[in-house]
């Protein structure tokens, strides 16, 4: 399948700071999503992206669909405690395949006070 | 309203016993899917359904068994299940098979003694 490299794998960082993770792949698609997964719990979508170029704003997040369509950043700014989870990457091609999902590896954040 | 609800929360079972998880949306969603995750993994595709009919199974050991009811409903009935089928189980949907973004549930966790 499509292998996809998310970094970094884990992020320890105190309270107000700036986040910034990112996603590669070998292979292009034409949707790209951000997840977040809190302990024993479901992922919750973030951010779509559909076009290539697009940046989108969700409150301190933002992300941005790659020119290339083989990558893909999030932002959070000024970070706090609830920002901590998992944060999962997902390519996607829509319209074929019955829409798979292609998941990074995750970048675990720790937010301290 | 994105919501997809999933009982139980948590489930121990044996590996003789037969249990069942069960995943439910109301959002006239017409794709809906099985996904298996571990511990600090993304999640992993078991079973797609879509528009009620069986439409990708990824090699899944027959001791699991996914049923959709409805369109409202989906199963995962569970037989001799070994202890490394022990994780978290996640279901999604979408509005259709491959055009459009994912939405999770919270997720079973399922311990097999």
């Known amino acids: 399948g499509q292998q996809l490299n998310q970094s970094p794998q884990s992020m320890f960082i105190q309270e107000g700071e700036d986040v910034s993770m990112n996603c590669t792949s070998s292979s292009i698609f034409n949707t790209w999503l951000w997840y977040k997964q809190d302990p024993g719990e479901g992922p919750v979508l973030l951010i779509a992206?559909?076009?290539?170029?697009e940046l989108t704003s969700n409150g301190r997040l933002t992300a941005q669909f790659g020119i290339t369509r083989k990558d893909s950043f999030l932002n959070i700014s000024a970070s706090i405690p609830s920002d901590v989870g998992i944060y999962f990457c997902?390519?996607?091609?829509?319209?074929?395949?019955?829409?798979?999902?292609?998941f990074g590896r995750g970048t675990q954040l720790t937010v301290w006070p | 309203d994105t919501e997809v609800t999933q009982t139980p929360k948590h489930l121990v079972m044996g590996m003789t016993n037969k249990k069942s998880l069960k995943c439910e949306q109301h959002?006239?969603?017409?794709?809906m899917y099985w996904y298996k995750q571990k511990a600090k993994k993304p999640p992993e595709l078991m079973f797609v359904?879509?528009?009620?009919?069986?439409?990708i199974n990824e090699s899944v050991p027959s001791r699991f068994s996914p049923e959709c009811p409805n369109s409202s409903l989906l199963n995962l009935h569970l037989h001799a299940l070994q202890p490394e089928d022990s994780a978290l189980y996640l279901c999604?949907?979408?509005?259709?098979?491959?055009?459009?973004?994912?939405?999770f549930g919270p997720g079973t966790r399922l311990l097999v003694l």
């Open positions: 997902a390519g996607q091609n829509r319209g074929s395949t019955l829409g798979r999902l292609y």
């Open positions: 992206l559909y076009k290539a170029g």
């Open positions: 959002m006239g969603h017409r794709a």
């Open positions: 999604a949907s979408s509005r259709t098979p491959n055009q459009e973004t994912q939405y």
């Open positions: 359904y879509s528009y009620e009919k069986l439409s």
